[in-house]
């Protein structure tokens, strides 16, 4: 069993930086997939980022260049550092992992999350 807890969501005006944290309880991160996803309001979660070590890193194009997804193992957190934030990365943003082999996009397939931190961004 895996626990998962988020933080570091707030509010910024557009162009500013958050950096959200995920610890992790119950298992090691090192060499496990794990990932952000953000859901907005009215749409489906979609993911931002994900990351097995740090020379396996994967984002989706809204984000590449803004984000950075990083691991601390030796404290079993996951980051998300983000900048040049836009309005439209408005949303809640959650951490999750995946157990199987080859690190997956889909959040269906992701075993453990957490329960979120809200970002908003205001122009």
């Known amino acids: 069993q895996v626990q998962l807890v988020e933080s570091g969501g707030g509010s910024v005006r557009a162009g500013g930086s958050l950096r959200l944290s995920c610890a992790a309880s119950?298992?090691?991160?090192?060499?496990?997939?794990m990932a952000w996803f953000r859901q907005a309001p009215g749409k489906e979660r979609e993911r931002v980022a994900r990351?097995?070590?740090?020379?396996?890193?994967s984002y989706a194009d809204s984000v590449k260049g803004r984000f950075t997804i990083s691991k601390d193992n030796a404290w079993n957190t996951l980051y998300l550092q983000m900048n040049s934030l836009k309005p439209e990365d408005t949303a809640m943003y959650y951490c999750a992992v995946y157990l199987g082999l080859v690190c997956t996009d889909d959040p269906g397939r992701y075993s453990y999350w957490g329960q979120g931190t809200q970002v908003t961004v205001s122009s």
């Open positions: 990351i097995v070590s740090a020379d396996s890193t």
């Open positions: 119950g298992s090691t991160i090192r060499n496990v997939c």
